[in-house]
């Protein structure tokens, strides 16, 4: 085989297989076989542990931390929040022609709906119901998603989408970044679009009560700010008891399906990054709540891949976050020794919180340029044998998508960069107040002059520095 020949083989495209309605025979609910089976076994723990797909023992573990003292049950019979907590929003349609300008054939539903209502609404049949219009593109969206809502999604899916599905609550729980597209080598022939962006959000609030995470969620975790003296706008209120802080929060997107026509797509979205549905006007819920309210729902995306991509394109923006200045402004006069125990524990603190933000941005960007590279799965986007001159508007539009993505990422790096320099500086700030402190045990006149004048220069530079 030629070097040529053995770079295409691993070249990826969109199977054409994908480009057709394909007929699916198997359309059971995991929690109509986990019956048939008569399996001895919760239908939570069926979902993680079918014969189809092995799920990894941190996710089991994962979800039945997470799920304890929760059942189906409860869901069904509307218990508790499963009943009254109105977080999700369903659309449901089809067409025949997936380049139609038109809202196709709907599902109604009384969005937002409740956990409870997710689940009779996802047991109806998705296909040849008899009264209702097939389901064939589904689009999910969950705020701050729950135990209810896992039970009623587990408890509904078919078995082809248990494996995309559970890859998604799972990195979506523990704060994972993922930008990839999987398609199984054997087996039934289905795809899988995954992402998944970790990121920030600058809040001013009161503090979250001790030993209690964020969003009741793993590894949700909160900073408090107020060493930085952020400047509240003027035209926002800041309550007593309130300081800045920065939240964690998770935009998750999986997209599976059989074919072009039908799939679904699951979206998980923490508290804070959209409007609440529950205050939203029914003009609003006519929106896709998915894309940011961005697209109208009643004129849709039906391609998977078109969506998926428009998708990150418009959440990718949310990741850049909010502009904040990181600087140290000077209080009351104090004597010299505690005025630099402080500046001390001002860099140590912007350090920390600067190798946070590292932390959580190196994983999407490296995420990212796997995605992008040769042989990478952005191939996936790329239909084979279009001509590039006569492309379908829809292809345009997802090519169109696919450079702001690319040209966001680099503003990514480049801030990340920003946070390499600063980390640097915060680092030779540290190391110069841990001298200082230690000599500013004597009076001031005894410092010698030299060593005086670099270190008032070096402290006047840290009280400038600051980041967008």
């Known amino acids: 085989m030629s070097l040529r020949n053995y770079c295409d083989l691993f070249e990826k495209s969109w199977d054409p297989e994908f480009l057709q309605t394909r007929k699916v025979v198997d ?4 929690i109509d076989l986990n019956e048939e089976l008569n399996a001895d076994i919760s239908n939570l723990r069926y979902f993680t542990m079918n014969s189809w797909d092995s799920a990894p023992l941190s996710l089991v573990e994962l979800l039945e931390h997470f799920c304890q003292d929760t059942s189906l049950e409860d869901v069904k019979l509307g218990k ?11 659309d449901d349609r089809a067409t025949s022609d997936l380049d139609e300008i038109g809202e196709g054939n709907t599902r109604q539903y009384e969005n937002p709906l409740t956990a409870t209502g997710l689940f009779w609404a996802l047991a109806e049949p998705r296909f040849n119901h008899g009264n209702l219009s097939d389901a064939a593109r589904r689009l999910i969206y969950v705020v701050d ?11 509904t899916v078919h078995c082809h989408q248990a494996p995309a599905l559970r890859n998604a609550i799972y990195k979506h729980l523990a704060f994972q970044s993922s930008i990839e597209v999987s398609i199984p080598s ?26 209690i995470k964020v969003n009741s969620k793993p590894r949700r975790q909160w900073t408090d700010l107020s060493f930085l003296n952020i400047d509240t706008p003027k035209w926002q209120l800041q309550m007593p008891g309130e300081v800045w802080g920065m939240y964690e929060v998770e935009i998750s997107y999986v997209v599976t399906g059989s074919d072009d026509s039908r799939w679904i797509g699951y979206a998980f979205v923490d508290t804070g990054l959209d409007d609440l549905l529950t205050e939203s006007s029914e003009d609003a819920l006519s929106f896709d709540w998915v894309a940011a309210g961005e ?8 391609r998977p891949r078109d969506h998926w991509v428009r998708v990150f394109d418009i959440r990718i923006e949310q990741m850049k976050g909010h502009p904040s200045t990181l600087s140290r402004r000077p209080g009351i006069t104090k004597d010299r020794t505690t005025e630099l125990k402080e500046a001390f524990d001002w860099a140590l603190q912007t350090l920390n919180l600067l190798h946070r933000l590292d932390d959580v941005l190196s994983p999407s960007l490296k995420a990212w340029r796997s995605f ?18 006569i492309k379908p508007i829809s292809v345009k539009a997802r090519d169109r998508s696919l450079y702001n993505i690319n040209a966001k990422f680099q503003q990514l790096e480049q801030y990340q960069d920003k946070i390499a320099v600063l980390s ?5 700030y540290r190391e110069t107040d841990r001298s200082l ?8 006149d005894a410092i010698p002059k030299r060593l005086g004048q670099k270190l008032k220069w070096t402290y006047r530079r840290r009280t400038e520095t600051s980041v967008e």
Do not use: M, T
């Open 186 to 211: 054997a087996g039934f022939l289905n795809f899988q679009l995954e992402l998944h962006i970790p990121l920030f959000l600058l809040r001013s609030s009161r503090p979250p009560e001790s030993g």
């Open 145 to 155: 998603l729950d135990p209810a809502c896992i039970h009623a999604l587990a408890a």
């Open 372 to 389: 992008n590279s040769a042989g990478g799965d952005i191939g996936y986007f790329h239909d084979p044998g279009v001509d590039r001159a």
């Open 424 to 428: 640097r500086s915060c680092l030779d």
């Open 437 to 444: 402190c230690q000599i500013l045990g004597e009076e001031e």
């Open 80 to 90: 508790s929040s499963a009943g009254s907590r109105r977080v999700i929003w369903l």
């Open 27 to 30: 359309l059971k609910l995991l």
């Open 295 to 302: 697209i109208d729902a009643k004129h849709p995306l039906w």
